[in-house]
T-cell receptor
Framework: GDSVTQMEGPVTLSEEAFLTINCTYT??????LFWYVQYPGEGLQLLLK?????DKGSNKGFEATYRKETTSFHLEKGSVQVSDSAVYFCALSASGYALNFGKGTSLLVTP | EAGVVQSPRYKIIEKKQPVAFWCNPISGHNTLYWYLQNLGQGPELLIR????????DSQLPKDRFSAERLKGVDSTLKIQPAELGDSAVYLCASSLGSASGETQYFGPGTRLLVL
């Protein structure tokens, strides 16, 4: 069945460092791909998404490109801030189905 | 625009007791989801509604879990009787439809602790 694999955390970075969180997927057909973020004490929020191959999703300085050839959707940010500390979830969705999430990657950014 | 509302936010019960969670989706959203999130894991689907019809409940443990979505708006998820292993966060989400790229909007969740 469909599945998402993302890098294990926790990831600890200093402020202004470059961030990459790897995400790969297995799916039949052509799913849509998402990154959701969960800040401490809050619910899941959509960070960005891409609905077809080669699409780039972006929001708040974060970017991810839908790579069909490598079945990947890696999340990147050029300069992280303390306020980016959260848990990040990669997910996929095929039409008519619910989101299929990875296990989440915890990010801690230190001043 | 109001987001997805869930209540209660926290619930502590003893095992074998019943418990119910309530969800009010974003106005106009036809599709409603209940997810279960265990500690350190991503959410997993329990049930999906299209309007008032449950179209995917294959992951719902039907011996103890039940759900309803009356009039295609609010939804209630019930556990009876609760077991220790049911301790988790129960998330409700809604979306306009169920197309592949449709964004799902999540509520804050109900954190359940079964003692």
């Amino acid at each position: 069945g469909d599945s998402v694999t993302q890098m294990e955390g926790p990831v600890t970075l200093s402020e202004e460092a470059f961030l990459t969180i790897n995400c790969t997927y297995t799916a039949t057909g052509y799913p849509s791909l998402f990154w959701y973020v969960q800040y401490p004490g809050e619910g899941l929020q959509l960070l960005l998404k891409a609905t077809k191959a080669d699409d780039k999703g972006s929001n708040k300085g974060f970017e991810a490109t839908y790579r069909k050839e490598t079945t990947s959707f890696h999340l990147e940010k050029g300069s992280v801030q303390v306020s980016d500390s959260a848990v990040y979830f990669c997910a996929l969705s095929a039409s008519g189905y619910a989101l299929n999430f990875g296990k989440g990657t915890s990010l801690l950014v230190t001043p | 625009e109001a987001g997805v509302v869930q209540s209660p936010r926290y619930k502590i019960i003893e095992k074998k007791q019943p418990v119910a969670f309530w969800c009010n989706p974003i106005s106009g959203h036809n599709t409603l989801y209940w997810y279960l999130q265990n500690l350190g894991q991503g959410p997993e689907l329990l049930i999906r509604y299209e309007n008032e019809e449950a179209v995917d409940d294959s992951q719902l443990p039907k011996d103890r879990f039940s759900a309803e979505r009356l009039k295609g708006v609010d939804s209630t998820l019930k556990i009876q009787p609760a077991e220790l292993g049911d301790s988790a966060v129960y998330l409700c989400a809604s979306s306009l439809g169920s197309a592949s790229g449709e964004t799902q909007y999540f509520g804050p969740g109900t954190r359940l602790l079964v003692l």
